[in-house]
């Protein structure tokens, strides 16, 4: 191991070579000039030096011409090798071979050629030289400075030409900074897109490219103040014209290898184009998404009449199959009580008629839904508290998740009220907890969190599942649209809670991403001031019909007929009419006899509730009971009852079901008014 001393007045070069001489096991003496090296070349004796050429104050050259000359023949005869990047080699060669320099090596060299040269040196030992002290080096030493120095200087006035022109033609403005925050130097460019003088910028003038918080940032890295070395800004500003920019503003630090930050360079570009291109993108961006929105929803209003509409007449139909199918059932009972119909043969047709009765409560089921999706199910919304009504279902709830599938309860606290259909909600959390559970075969969690936001309710129905992607996303809560074939599921689920939760004056939105889960989150109306309803009592059996005068109305003959026929069964005397002007005529002239009214709401020409309040108004006190398929002309927006007190009975029903409702009615004495 030799020691090896490294002269060079650039710091990152002698720290460049310590570590490639440290490979090779060599000790590392460095100096920072020619004076700090005939100093250490005294004390330690260097096997060999390294040296750079031009340097100031004593150079290489000067340095070795010293060493060669000095008394102290150790230090006099150590080998010299030049590294520059300055000189080349037939430059330095007569004064290097005059004072015994062993090899000049550039740095544009491969490495290991310094590394070869050191151990050439090493191998030739110390170096003679008779060392001619006449003014003949004076002169030559001087030559081959001033010669490279003028050289450098036409180089550096070239670099000069070139950074002008750079900067006067840059399309972006450009600040030299030192290290107090003075700027030295602006650009043209700079000055253009401020509409201020370049004398007005230099200093701190700059700084008005920046607002007051990016002011005190950017002196605080010119400071060195704080871990970061640049600082991007993109910020809008006001020029003395008025006119509004969008800067973006780009600062970073610059460093010297000896003297560590000495300053900035301030780069400013003028993006107001590209932010004004980028609101109109926003912007045009946001009314596609309106108008995707806008287009969606027309979309599903249009299912929603449709559906509606359909499950409307259907059920006028279904409510007359099974009337006339019940009637049937009794009359064949009857015979067989009587011995006109042979038993066996009343059980085999009471059989079949079972099933017809099955297929129709099934299609009444599907109606139902259907009704819902159009947000025309007839409901009864009361003031719920939500919170009190998940843990009321939380039982059924868990099972209708399958096996594997964990169910959370995250109840908010401080909920307001919410005025909706306790029946209608409980499906739409059953049937969101049932889809949440069939997007996960192998088991999860399902979480349902509330909470209150803004004037509404907050419902989030969460889980691990599958997810759904874009496309199914978009079309998830049309009806009849599934993904789970083979679940025997006819795709009314979402769509039926859509619309629950639409009729109930809330929204209802979802959120999902393949292999991420989904996120099912309804919103409703909050009730101020409002206290959850309480049920009414169970009251005893009502009395059977004590033969009251029924007037019955309906625009659907087949209805009307298999109506009457099942009241008139109960007891009651029946009076009908196809339409509300024959209602009011047999109104008149049976006004004294009637005690209720039971109207079909939907008819053509006068509705079933301009018809109630006529009559109410001719026969004040008449009992009305409403019959309907669908409850748009019973409710509002905001699902507040448009009859207060009203009996309403939903299509289809059976014949418990009217009897019943019937009953109740004239015994609470209900009326219209």
Not at 149 to 156: D, G, H, W
Not at 576 to 587: N, Y
Request: proline share 5%; hydrophobic share 40%.
């Amino acid at each position: 191991m030799a020691t090896v001393m490294v002269v060079d007045d650039v710091a990152a070069n002698r720290d460049i070579v310590r570590l490639l001489l440290g490979f090779r096991g060599h000790e590392v003496i460095e100096a920072k000039d020619g004076a700090d090296a005939l100093r250490l070349a005294h004390a330690h004796h260097p096997d060999v030096v390294v040296s750079d050429v031009l340097m100031p104050g004593i150079d290489g050259l000067e340095l070795v011409h010293r060493l060669r000359a000095d008394p102290d023949r150790e230090a006099a005869s150590a080998p010299v090798i030049f590294y520059t990047a300055n000189y080349l080699e037939p430059e330095t060669r007569p004064l290097a071979e005059a004072c015994g320099v062993s090899q000049v090596v550039l740095r544009s060299q491969d490495p290991g050629t310094l590394l070869d040269a050191i151990e050439s040196a090493l191998a030739a030992g110390p170096v003679t030289v008779d060392l001619d002290t006449n003014e003949d080096f004076t002169q030559a030493h001087l030559h081959a400075v001033n010669a490279k120095l003028i050289e450098k200087v036409r180089a550096l006035h070239d670099t000069e030409r070139r950074f002008e022109a750079m900067a006067v033609a840059s399309p972006v403005g450009i600040g030299i900074l030192d290290r107090h925050g003075h700027a030295d130097y602006v650009n043209p460019r700079f000055a253009e897109i401020l509409q201020t003088p370049m004398d007005r910028l230099l200093g701190h003038g700059w700084l008005a490219c920046l607002d007051r918080p990016a002011q005190d940032a950017a002196l605080r890295l010119l400071h060195g103040a704080g871990p970061d070395t640049e600082l991007r800004f993109t910020h809008r500003i006001t020029r003395p014209d008025g006119e509004v920019l969008s800067l973006r503003v780009h600062l970073r630090q610059i460093h010297d290898g000896e003297d560590g930050l000495t300053g900035g360079v301030l780069m400013v570009d003028d993006v107001t184009d590209v932010a004004l291109a980028e609101e109109r993108l926003r912007e045009e961006t946001e009314r596609r998404q309106d108008e995707a929105r806008t287009r969606d929803a027309e979309r599903l209003h249009a299912l929603r009449r449709m559906a509606g509409g359909t499950a409307h007449d259907f059920n006028n139909i279904l409510g007359a199959i099974l009337g006339y199918v019940n009637l049937a059932i009794e009359s064949i009972n009857d015979g067989r009580d009587d011995g006109s119909i042979p038993a066996d043969t009343a059980e085999s047709l009471i059989d079949d008629l079972a099933q017809v009765v099955k297929g129709g409560e099934r299609a009444q089921g599907l109606t139902q839904q259907l009704l819902a999706f159009g947000r025309r199910e007839v409901n009864q919304p009361t003031v719920l508290d939500m919170n009190a009504l998940l843990r009321e279902c939380e039982t059924s709830l868990r099972a209708a998740a399958r096996p594997g599938t964990v169910l959370r309860l995250d109840l908010g606290t401080g909920l307001p009220t919410v005025k909706a259909d306790a029946a209608q909600l409980t499906q739409v959390l059953h049937n969101l907890v049932r889809n949440s559970a069939e997007a996960m075969p192998e088991g999860g969690a399902v979480t349902i969190t509330t909470s209150a936001q803004d004037a509404r309710v907050a419902v989030e129905v969460r889980d691990t599942g599958t997810g759904m992607g874009s496309e199914v996303l978009e079309r998830c809560c049309e009806p009849f649209f599934s993904t789970k074939s083979t679940t025997g599921t006819v795709g009314l689920g979402l769509s039926t809670a859509h619309g629950i939760v639409s009729q109930a004056g809330g929204q209802l939105t979802i959120e999902s991403r393949v292999g991420q889960g989904t996120t099912v989150t309804f919103t409703l109306p909050a009730m101020a001031g409002a206290t959850p309803a309480v049920p009414p009592p169970k009251t005893a059996q009502q009395d059977p019909a004590g033969g009251e005068t029924l007037l019955l109305v309906d625009d659907e003959e087949a209805v009307l007929q298999v109506t009457a026929r099942i009241l008139s069964g109960a007891g009651y005397r029946v009076l009908t009419a196809p339409d509300a002007g024959e209602a009011l005529r047999l109104l008149e002239r049976h006004g004294g006899e009637v005690a209720a009214l039971v109207t079909d709401v939907v008819m053509p020409g006068m509705n079933g509730r301009q018809l109630a309040r006529i009559a109410a108004g001719r026969r004040p006190g008449l009992c009305v009971v409403f019959v309907s398929g669908y409850a748009e002309s019973l409710f509002d927006d905001q699902g507040n009852n448009l009859e207060p007190g009203s009996t309403i009975l939903a299509k289809p029903f059976d014949r418990e079901k009217l009897v019943s409702t019937v009953r109740t009615a004239l015994g609470a004495g209900v009326s219209s008014s």
